[in-house]
């Protein structure tokens, strides 16, 4: 059946007619697919018979988009949580990520990265040697890398070596000295500085120097000062950079999960700098307690203005379950060095904190995002939408991010409340085994990031990237979803928690255009909606489960006009000159945890 404008709308002027390959609307899943979409002045038009959209639309400048056989044509992706910035920063410095990401195996390929780093002209630029994205789990010496280990690659830098996670990190000696660490400084709230082993005693060991890894609020500063200390040339493209990888995998909506209100004021100018707005909509959380401080400045809307708009706020619970900082309500299967084997994480705020947070975003409006990986920074969550929930209502579409450790009853609890389950899905890929091993041990590790508990409930979940701590990778998204493949011993993950591939597409169109409010306009192809489409090389509702992940994103077009791949023959619609000041402030400023 057909979909067309309303009747008096003139025909026979439509900017693009798409056809052929295969036209998936997400939200029609009973009746047969159309044949053809017709675009007019960025919105969809027509859906339905391709006789029909050429009859009536199809005019002498109308550029006739013909998908190959095999091609499929989806709603433009829709990122649930991510960092645009941390993306651009991502593909800005050393990559330090295991296969298939990058090529790390160990302390010396990364330490080799690193030097390659400092001799780059990029390096050579800043002020400290910087990578990101090592995971100890897949180091083959099966641990962070140390003051000593980094040393060996500079004494006359700092270097920092970022987590994958975001939530931790390694430094050497002299950025210790940046920092100010030694034997007598106490870890901070809601971090910890892990020291050397000075000598172990019969009752315990002693702990003394710092050994150069950080975590939490004890990273953060490091990862601060790096980052500022990166040439304005640089620091500068971080979100051009950003925007840009977000569209090579069909992103035509990003986040920016987490700004201090000084990253949100310096992003305004960022997008007002851009003569025609930002080339992908940016949706924007701003850190509550600043928020909280200086309510007039968030300004929160669900009107883009240039491309940008604030959301609402963003709570951070507790850490990341990878780097075992998360909290949880029963211990680590394996405690991290200097813990015991009770050891359960630790919470980032108290419960007051989390309440008048909550409160306060509920109060003036704004949307409210959690960072909540453990089960026990789940319950404290759940407790105090509740207890808010009471005095301001519901349908706030308040969105628990990562929920790596949710138990059933946790979600029962989100969809009493209404409470979106935003998964970091691609956790079974990269960590699965890591958790069944090391972290949760193989009876809690089978149900991480249990979709399928959302799914049997009727709830509109979505899935995320988290970048930069994964690639912005969607087809990462949708394969981890359906197949729970690990990705050292290459075994399901707990296959009862696998959804179908049609529900993994939902959870980045559809469902996530509602939790953002904008499922009137965007997550699916229907008329009236913004012409956002993502051309893939295969239909991943037709396609075998395994080969999802061969996937490639072929075009990624943001309201009728294409901002992937960019073309020779005009100006690349993302990197856009913009004022350099500008940015490199903004983006100095904006790394908070992912």
Not at 63 to 79: N, V
Not at 202 to 217: A, C, R, W
Not at 527 to 541: W, Y
Not at 569 to 574: H, K, L
Request: with cysteine; aromatic share 6%.
């Amino acid at each position: 059946m057909s979909q067309e404008i309303s009747p008096g709308t003139r025909s026979g002027d439509a900017d693009i007619i798409f056809s052929g390959g295969s036209i998936v609307t997400v939200t029609d899943e009973k009746s047969a697919a159309p044949e053809a979409v017709a675009v007019k002045d960025g919105r969809i038009v027509f859906v339905g018979n391709l006789t029909q959209a050429q009859a009536k639309w199809q005019a002498p400048d109308t550029r006739m988009h013909d998908l190959l056989p095999d091609q499929a044509l989806l709603p433009g992706f829709i990122d649930a949580h991510g960092h645009i910035t941390g993306t651009g920063l991502q593909a800005t410095i050393a990559n330090l990520l295991a296969g298939p990401d990058g090529d790390v195996t160990d302390i010396a390929s990364l330490q080799d990265k690193l030097r390659a780093f400092a001799e780059s002209e990029v390096g050579e630029r800043s002020d400290w040697i910087i990578g990101f994205g090592y995971d100890d789990s897949m180091l083959t010496e099966g641990r962070h890398p140390t003051r000593d280990d980094l040393d060996a690659v500079s004494t006359e830098k700092p270097v920092l070596a970022i987590h994958q996670s975001f939530h931790l990190g390694a430094v050497n000696s002299l950025g210790l000295e940046r920092l100010k660490y030694t034997a007598t400084t106490p870890d901070p709230k809601g971090g910890v500085i892990r020291r050397r082993l000075e000598r172990a005693t019969e009752s315990e060991p002693v702990y003394g120097e710092p050994n150069g890894v950080l975590e939490e609020t004890a990273f953060n500063p490091a990862a601060d000062l790096a980052v500022a200390g990166m040439d304005p040339i640089d620091s500068g493209q971080f979100l051009a950079m950003g925007l840009l990888t977000a569209a090579r995998f069909g992103f035509t909506t990003v986040q920016e999960g987490g700004a201090s209100l000084e990253v949100l004021g310096l992003l305004r100018q960022v997008a007002d700098a851009y003569p025609d707005g930002l080339p992908t909509d940016v949706v924007v959380y701003v850190k509550a307690d600043q928020a909280m401080k200086s309510p007039d400045t968030v300004q929160a809307s669900r009107k883009y203005t240039k491309g940008l708009r604030t959301a609402g706020v963003k709570l951070l619970l507790d850490g990341s379950p990878q780097g075992r900082t998360a909290w949880l309500t029963e211990p680590y299967l394996t405690p991290p060095d200097g813990k015991d084997e009770n050891y359960r994480g630790y919470a980032a705020l108290s419960d007051k904190d989390v309440l008048a947070q909550v409160q306060a975003g509920f109060a003036s409006n704004w949307q409210v995002i959690a960072h909540v990986n453990g089960d026990a920074a789940i319950d404290q969550f759940i407790q105090c939408v509740r207890t808010a929930t009471k005095e301001a209502g519901q349908d706030r579409r308040t969105t628990a991010i990562h929920c790596q450790t949710a138990r059933e009853d946790q979600i029962e609890a989100f969809r009493e409340l209404g409470i979106i389950p935003s998964f970091f899905s691609m956790h079974t890929y990269y960590w699965g085994d890591w958790y069944r091993k090391t972290v949760l041990g193989p009876e809690r590790a089978v149900d991480i990031s249990p979709a399928r508990w959302a799914v049997d409930r009727g709830m509109a979940y979505t899935s995320h990237h988290d970048a930069p701590v994964a690639l912005p990778n969607s087809i990462a998204i949708l394969s981890s979803q359906v197949t729970r493949v690990t990705r050292t011993s290459g075994s399901v993950l707990g296959p009862d928690q696998c959804v179908s591939a049609l529900d993994a597409v939902k959870s980045i169109t559809i469902n996530a255009a509602r939790q953002y409010f904008e499922e009137d306009t965007k997550g699916s192809i229907e008329v009236g909606k913004l012409a956002d489409f993502v051309i893939l090389s295969h239909n991943p509702l037709t396609i075998p489960e395994r080969k999802i992940k061969d996937i490639t994103v072929v075009e990624t077009i943001k309201e009728g006009r294409t901002v992937y791949p960019p073309s020779p023959t005009r100006p690349d619609p993302v990197l856009v000159p913009v004022p350099v000041p500008v940015l490199r402030k903004a983006m100095s400023a904006a790394f908070a945890h992912c």
